[in-house]
């Protein structure tokens, strides 16, 4: 494979949205777990929940930055790198990500100060507005970018006019026929990945034993969540699936690996090397009428194999073959943990249980997992469309020289793993010690150099 501008763009944005995507999938989440902790602390004036409040809105801020420090850069790719997708789209995606900065961005700046600063300098109920405001604004901002990256796996109310994509109907462009699942899919495993982190390092408190950390009320709610949560994810990844079989086939036949069109009924490939040279899987494992089941609602349900698409029309069948099926294992774990908690909560026996909290700690970074094969299988699966059936990413990439881009890409890559090494080092080291600890050493250095100090400078 030739390393030209067009892979070492394609790696560069890869290697910027894998990190990036990491963040918000946590933050959506946790803006949302910070805004229930702080309900219960309003409703019972337990200072545990305060003090639980304190401890996760830290990790929350170093994580929101991160985020937001990630998403900027990457969206300058879009002039550097990819100069003609902003030259054919720019009328549709640049209106929607504005949106998002106009609707989301704005409103989670304007607060975020008062959530993380706030506490006895305004008033409880002007803090929790903040709070709610600030978990309001991932999911206004989850809307806008799901919105765009669903118009581009689905494009509609748009004109082609010379190339370039004319809108004319932006209720039909914001809510193309993608977007409903994929907000819903999206949303809900931002929670998960969420409420496994929390579950994972609850359960690790509660195994070393530490007291007065509110881990066992945070084990409890977040196994509850899981359990009740995760099976609804399995059924919406189900609807999502008959949308990608009606509107991407090609996309479908190589997330199950499926060549001929006219095989029916359709088996469950469980395992397969795919061989695109020679059009045919090798050491297959399969259950029999299983794919047409779960993927036509059929026994005998066909779908379009990847014979039926020209060679040059077809995304890499292995890489989404295979990232489709660390999602979907992930997804079946999380809900087989999730419902088995739920067992025990009933049986009282959910924090005493000590293989089962030993599973959570070990299941801490599943949903991060889940969401990284899940954008892989997305975005690898459109190629080579970079808007579907409609602009190859060929088409879409800068007129720069493969020295330049690799150049960038190095760049990318050393600063993105200092900072977010630096990051990801000092969210470590404050849920290693944990919410007594951590608010006992803030406490000494908030009366030291004062409260932004202490989150800046990681007075801990």
Same mark, same amino acid.
Not at 156 to 181: E, K, M, R, Y
Not at 278 to 286: G, L, P, S
Not at 368 to 374: D, E, P, R, S
Not at 380 to 393: A, D, E, F, H
């Given at each position: 494979?030739?390393?030209?501008?067009?892979?070492?763009?394609?790696?560069?944005?890869?290697?910027?949205?894998?990190?990036?995507?990491?963040f918000p999938s946590f933050t959506?989440?946790?803006?949302?777990?910070?805004?229930?902790?702080?309900?219960?602390?309003?409703?019972?004036?337990?200072?545990?929940?305060?003090?639980?409040?304190?401890?996760?809105?830290?990790?929350?801020?170093?994580?929101?930055?991160?985020?937001?420090?990630?998403?900027?850069?990457?969206?300058?790719?879009?002039?550097?790198? =990819?100069?003609?997708?902003?030259?054919?789209?720019?009328? $549709?995606?640049?209106?929607?990500?504005?949106?998002?900065?106009?609707?989301?961005?704005?409103?989670? #700046?304007?607060?975020?100060? $008062? @959530?993380?600063?706030?506490?006895?300098?305004?008033?409880?109920?002007?803090?929790?507005?903040?709070?709610?405001?600030?978990?309001?604004?991932? &999911?206004?901002?989850?809307?806008? $970018?799901?919105?765009?990256?669903?118009?581009?796996?689905?494009?509609?109310?748009?004109?082609?006019?010379?190339?370039?994509?004319?809108?004319?109907?932006? =209720?039909?462009i914001i809510f193309n026929p993608?977007?409903?699942?994929?907000?819903?899919?999206?949303?809900?495993?931002?929670?998960?990945?969420?409420?496994?982190?929390?579950a994972g390092i609850s359960a690790?408190?509660? =195994?070393?034993?530490?007291?007065?950390?509110?881990?066992?009320?945070?084990?409890?709610?977040?196994?509850?969540?899981?359990? &009740?949560?995760?099976?609804?994810?399995?059924?919406?990844?189900?609807?999502?699936?008959?949308?990608?079989?009606?509107?991407?086939?090609?996309?479908?036949?190589?997330?199950?690996?499926?060549?001929?069109?006219?095989?029916?009924?359709?088996?469950?490939?469980?395992?397969? $090397?795919?061989?695109?040279?020679?059009?045919?899987?090798?050491?297959?494992?399969?259950?029999?009428?299983?794919?047409?089941?779960?993927?036509?609602?059929?026994?005998?349900?066909?779908?379009?194999?990847?014979?039926?698409?020209?060679?040059?029309?077809?995304?890499?069948?292995?890489? *989404?073959?295979?990232?489709?099926?660390? @999602?979907?294992?992930?997804?079946?774990? @999380?809900?087989?943990?999730?419902?088995?908690?739920?067992?025990?909560?009933?049986?009282?026996?959910?924090?005493?249980?000590?293989?089962?909290? #030993?599973?959570?700690?070990? @299941?801490?970074?599943?949903?991060?997992?889940?969401?990284?094969?899940?954008?892989?299988?997305?975005?690898?699966?459109?190629?080579?469309?970079?808007?579907?059936?409609?602009?190859?990413?060929?088409?879409?990439?800068?007129? *720069?020289?493969?020295?330049?881009?690799?150049?960038?890409?190095?760049?990318?890559?050393?600063?993105?793993?200092?900072?977010?090494?630096?990051?990801? =080092?000092?969210?470590?080291?404050?849920?290693?010690?944990?919410?007594?600890?951590?608010?006992?050493?803030?406490?000494?250095?908030?009366?030291?150099?004062?409260?932004?100090?202490?989150?800046?400078?990681?007075?801990?």
């Amino acid at each position: 494979m030739e390393l030209d501008a067009l892979i070492l763009s394609r790696i560069q944005f890869a290697a910027t949205i894998a990190f990036h995507i990491l963040f918000p999938s946590f933050t959506i989440g946790l803006a949302n777990w910070l805004m229930v902790l702080e309900w219960r602390w309003l409703k019972t004036r337990d200072d545990t929940w305060r003090r639980l409040f304190d401890f996760w809105s830290k990790v929350f801020a170093v994580s929101f930055g991160m985020g937001v420090v990630s998403g900027v850069v990457m969206s300058y790719q879009f002039g550097t790198n =990819w100069s003609g997708l902003t030259a054919a789209a720019g009328n $549709i995606l640049g209106p929607l990500l504005g949106y998002e900065v106009l609707t989301a961005f704005f409103l989670e #700046a304007g607060f975020l100060g $008062i @959530m993380l600063f706030g506490w006895d300098r305004v008033g409880e109920k002007l803090h929790f507005t903040a709070t709610c405001m600030v978990a309001i604004g991932t &999911l206004i901002s989850t809307f806008w $970018i799901i919105s765009a990256n669903s118009w581009m796996q689905t494009p509609t109310g748009h004109d082609l006019v010379d190339g370039v994509f004319i809108p004319a109907d932006w =209720w039909a462009i914001i809510f193309n026929p993608s977007f409903p699942l994929r907000l819903a899919h999206m949303v809900t495993a931002a929670f998960l990945t969420t409420a496994f982190t929390i579950a994972g390092i609850s359960a690790w408190y509660v =195994w070393r034993g530490d007291i007065g950390t509110g881990a066992r009320r945070t084990f409890a709610m977040a196994v509850l969540f899981a359990g &009740l949560v995760a099976p609804v994810q399995i059924i919406i990844g189900d609807f999502h699936g008959l949308d990608v079989k009606e509107y991407q086939p090609a996309k479908l036949a190589a997330m199950e690996g499926h060549w001929d069109s006219d095989e029916s009924p359709v088996p469950l490939r469980l395992f397969a $090397i795919p061989d695109a040279q020679a059009e045919k899987n090798h050491f297959e494992i399969a259950i029999p009428y299983l794919g047409s089941l779960i993927l036509d609602h059929s026994l005998d349900g066909k779908i379009t194999g990847l014979k039926d698409f020209d060679a040059a029309d077809r995304p890499p069948v292995g890489i *989404v073959f295979w990232s489709f099926r660390i @999602m979907v294992a992930a997804g079946l774990l @999380m809900a087989l943990v999730g419902l088995i908690g739920l067992f025990l909560m009933w049986r009282g026996k959910l924090a005493t249980t000590r293989p089962y909290l #030993a599973v959570c700690m070990a @299941m801490t970074p599943i949903g991060f997992i889940a969401v990284l094969a899940g954008w892989v299988t997305t975005e690898v699966g459109r190629q080579p469309y970079v808007i579907y059936g409609l602009l190859r990413t060929a088409d879409a990439v800068s007129p *720069v020289s493969a020295g330049s881009v690799a150049f960038s890409l190095t760049a990318f890559m050393i600063v993105y793993t200092i900072v977010f090494g630096a990051g990801t =080092w000092y969210i470590l080291k404050l849920l290693r010690k944990g919410p007594v600890k951590a608010e006992a050493e803030n406490a000494a250095y908030v009366r030291e150099k004062g409260p932004v100090a202490s989150l800046t400078e990681g007075g801990h």
